[in-house]
């Protein structure tokens, strides 16, 4: 073979080679164009699927932090249940105080409207009351008369009998034990651990730091009734008429012209507003004094309809395991004879014009 034949076969293997790992390299650059492209596709998928998890929770977290955020800018929050929705709502206690006057009722507090905008508002809809999950509900139920009293003492005296044995000193004894005073209370609810419901007399008994701290275990549910003024009155002269007849009225009568208050019912500072007004100071007074950690997390306030008292633990039970009360479904002093004092326009009139004036102060 010549050496010029011998030179064109060596160049046509050059040039066959060439085109081979010409081929062969852009294979696998379409193989490493389609596995980044492939890559990135996952990626940008991942992205977005974790994105959109991120602003669904995100959305979740904010409207969870909306309302705890509402709640907690409520200096004194009130809740309230409505009867007939059995929705929770929050109100700033001082705007129940300031709308609170002789014809104020419960279903005027639940038109307060909510604010627009969460930094001003008075009130929020459709709230939750906040207890630990960690922590024991101890119901407080602050009594005063004419609001279905009668009942809640004879329970609680019942509750305390079968969960502890504690019995009245006395067969004429209504008031469970510790009704009175927070000392006396104290112990009681030192003896009987196993207690989750406790009446309290609500113009003798404020908040007190003793027995919060030693049951530090406990959230306080703090229920007070509520019982429209003019109503409150002319029931409260009617007892006067049940216990001690004209009689009575006629010591009432004498009182009353000396703008005094009666011994029992018949008494500005054992209306509902009154009685709330001292509890909320004593609330205050413990908050800002002994600035104790977590303080405002361990104590709650409901009011309620008075009428709906059975209904409101039956509701409270089922939203939040609250324990029943025995016993809160049979209304004890309903059936008595009619009357009431024969002056009764006259005294009742005196009574407003004596302690009406006094309602704006109890804040």
């Not at 294979?27 to 998890?53: C, F, G, H, P, Y």
Request: include cysteine; charge should be neutral.
């Amino acid at each position: 073979m010549s050496q010029h034949s011998l030179l064109v076969i060596v160049k046509v293997l050059a040039i066959i080679g060439v085109i081979s790992l010409s081929a062969k390299l852009s294979a696998q650059t379409n193989n490493l164009d389609t596995t980044i492209l492939r890559r990135k596709s996952s990626r940008e998928s991942t992205v977005t699927l974790t994105s959109n998890n991120v602003d669904a929770k995100s959305e979740v977290d904010n409207t969870s932090r909306r309302r705890n955020k509402s709640v907690s800018q409520l200096d004194i929050p009130i809740f309230l249940m409505n009867p007939t929705s059995h929705e929770i709502s929050a109100v700033e206690w001082s705007s129940i105080a300031k709308l609170w006057d002789r014809n104020t009722t419960y279903f005027d507090f639940l038109q307060l409207k909510e604010e627009e905008e969460p930094s001003s508002s008075i009130t929020i809809s459709d709230a939750t009351i906040p207890f630990p999950p960690d922590k024991q509900i101890l119901t407080f139920h602050h009594l005063m008369p004419k609001t279905a009293s009668s009942t809640l003492r004879q329970s609680c005296q019942d509750a305390q009998r079968t969960s502890c044995g504690i019995l009245p000193k006395s067969p004429n004894d209504k008031r469970p034990d510790g009704y009175m005073t927070w000392k006396r209370l104290q112990s009681v609810m030192n003896d009987c651990p196993s207690l989750r419901h406790v009446c309290v007399k609500a113009d003798t008994q404020p908040l007190v730091k003793n027995y919060t701290l030693f049951h530090e275990d406990n959230v306080f549910l703090h229920l007070f009734p509520m019982r429209p003024y003019e109503e409150w009155v002319v029931s409260a002269l009617k007892q006067v008429y049940f216990r001690d007849g004209e009689t009575g009225c006629e010591e009432e009568d004498a009182l009353l012209n000396q703008c005094l208050p009666h011994k029992y019912e018949l008494d500005i500072s054992r209306y509902g507003k009154a009685a709330m007004s001292y509890w909320i100071k004593s609330y205050k007074h413990l908050r800002r004094k002994d600035g104790l950690l977590g303080f405002e997390k361990h104590h709650w306030v409901l009011m309620y309809d008075y009428r709906y008292l059975h209904d409101t633990l039956r509701i409270l039970n089922r939203e939040y395991n609250v324990p029943l009360l025995e016993g809160t479904d049979v209304k004890k002093n309903s059936e008595r004879h009619e009357g009431t004092c024969k002056d009764d326009v006259v005294m009742l009139n005196k009574f407003h014009d004596c302690f009406v004036g006094q309602l704006p102060r109890f804040k």
